[in-house]
């Protein structure tokens, strides 16, 4: 952990969304992480935090841990909780386990609402996602408490599941609590930042439009990333640098 902060402090990022698997020394110690962070300069944007929801409601197990994330986060003014679903095996069943994942989601969301913690859910787009495709977000969108629970697109993986990123955006920017964006070819391949078919100046233009005041968190799922994550990350910092941070400025409008 304290190696991912140093590199996302050298590429010039302010924050960092913290997968809690990664939390490694800091999961026991709020307080720790947060004299880190601020002895960096950096902020915790989101902690994600993973789940199945094999039923309508939560486990015990599930329910434990999303409370203790939901109090690790009282120590980090204005982070999210970020929501994906783990995949399963397959896609059967396909409508009642979305109506599952949904239902916990929004129990969580509320119980995180009321302590002051914003929650927001994240689809993702493998083969056995059960949030993938179009008809699986119309589905998400239909269920989802939005009372207590935001959305966190992901544009790569909307490209992936075979939609126009920018277009899920503008439907959907008045319950936008987060966002990832990662790079992705219209053929579905994962690539570096600017490489891929995802039109990143117009959706950042989308967004400041609209007055988006939340996150934008910067991904990488290429072969590369998992050999020469340092070297993606100040990649990734130069095109954000070169291409998005002048319309965030309002040097350039497009």
């Known amino acids: 952990m304290d190696h991912i902060l140093d590199t996302v402090k050298k590429a010039g990022f302010k924050g960092v ?23 960096m300069g950096l902020k915790l944007a989101a902690l994600t935090l993973p789940f199945s929801w094999e039923s309508n409601v939560e ?48 129990a ?13 859910f994240h689809p993702h787009s493998p083969a056995n996602s059960y949030f993938r495709i179009k008809s699986d977000y119309d589905v998400l969108f239909e269920e989802l408490d939005t009372r207590y629970v935001g959305y966190t697109p992901d544009v790569g993986h909307i490209m992936a599941g075979g939609m126009d990123p920018l277009e899920i955006i503008k439907e959907h920017l008045s319950i936008i609590k987060h966002v990832h964006f990662k790079d992705c070819s219209s053929s579905f391949e994962w690539k570096k930042m600017g490489y891929g078919d995802i039109d990143f100046p117009a959706i950042v233009e989308t967004l400041v439009n609209y007055g988006y005041d939340g996150w934008i968190i910067f991904e990488e799922e290429t072969d590369e990333a998992k050999v020469a994550a340092d070297q993606c990350v100040f990649d990734i910092s ?6 998005l941070q002048p319309i965030v400025r309002g040097e350039i409008v497009r």
């Open 59 to 106: 486990s015990e197990e599930e329910k434990k841990r999303a409370d203790y994330y939901i109090d690790y986060l009282k120590h980090f003014p204005n982070a999210l909780l970020n929501l994906p679903a783990r995949v399963g095996p397959n896609r059967d069943n396909l409508l009642k386990r979305q109506k599952d994942i949904i239902s916990c989601v929004n």
């Open 238 to 243: 130069k095109y954000v640098e070169k291409n």
């Open 17 to 39: 969304d913290v997968q809690y698997a990664l939390l490694g020394k800091y999961n026991d110690s709020p307080e720790q992480l947060k004299e880190k962070l601020d002895s």
């Open 108 to 120: 969580v969301g509320k119980r995180a609402y009321e302590n002051g913690v914003v929650a927001s």
